[in-house]
């Protein structure tokens, strides 16, 4: 097994493309998050552990139900809409299909589920003598979040609920995050 980088990454290291579901994906990079994207929710697999008992004592541990990891992320924005409903728009029109991406395809299903979308986090790696950048892929992501104004810039706060696979890659391998 490789050794992990000998540099450590901070969070100006990273970036965020989000894509839809069509063959040739619309994306759009995002300018402008604050560099604090986390992942919440990773296990062994994407599901709840249940641990079970008789009477006070265990009886055994299982893999149980489905559970949906969630992901964060806030944006500075100057607007949360477009001045037109050409592309680009905005990260918030984007997630949710809005204005210039009302065309946009679900990349979970069509019709009446919700709008997912994919989330690529690139973790620059190349410029610091690792042979790859790393990658974290968010599949079928879907939106929920809030808006603020601040002194320091008003911020859009999103929230993501990952329905699909979490995949991370670098030049060495691939781990794959599903449920059981």
């Known amino acids: 097994m490789a050794a992990e980088s000998a540099y450590i990454k901070t969070n100006i290291h990273g970036s965020i493309v989000l894509a839809d579901g069509t063959g ?14 986390s992942i919440d929710g990773l296990g062994e697999y994407l599901n709840e552990i ?4 008789r009477r006070g004592k265990r009886l055994s541990v299982a893999v149980g139900e489905r559970k949906v990891p969630t992901a964060s992320l806030t944006l500075n924005v100057g607007n949360l809409i477009g001045g037109s409903n050409a592309a680009p728009g905005t990260p918030l029109e984007f997630m949710t299909k809005k204005n210039a991406y009302s065309a946009n395809t679900s990349t979970w299903k069509t019709g009446s589920a919700p709008y997912t979308f994919k989330v690529t986090f690139t973790i620059e790696g190349t410029n610091f003598g690792d042979s790859a ?10 939106f929920t979040g ?33 449920e059981a």
């Not at 950048?133 to 879907?142: F, G, K, R, S």
Request: aromatic share 10%; glycine share 8%.
């Open 133 to 142: 950048d790393e990658t974290v892929v968010l599949n079928d992501c879907h």
């Open 146 to 178: 809030g808006f603020a104004e601040a002194t320091d810039g008003n911020k859009l706060s999103a929230t993501l609920q990952v329905f699909g696979t979490i995949v991370i890659t670098n030049s060495t391998g691939t781990a794959t995050y599903n």
């Open 50 to 53: 249940v641990f079970l008992q």
């Open 24 to 37: 040739t994906p619309v994306t759009l990079a995002l300018a402008y998050d604050a560099g604090d994207f």
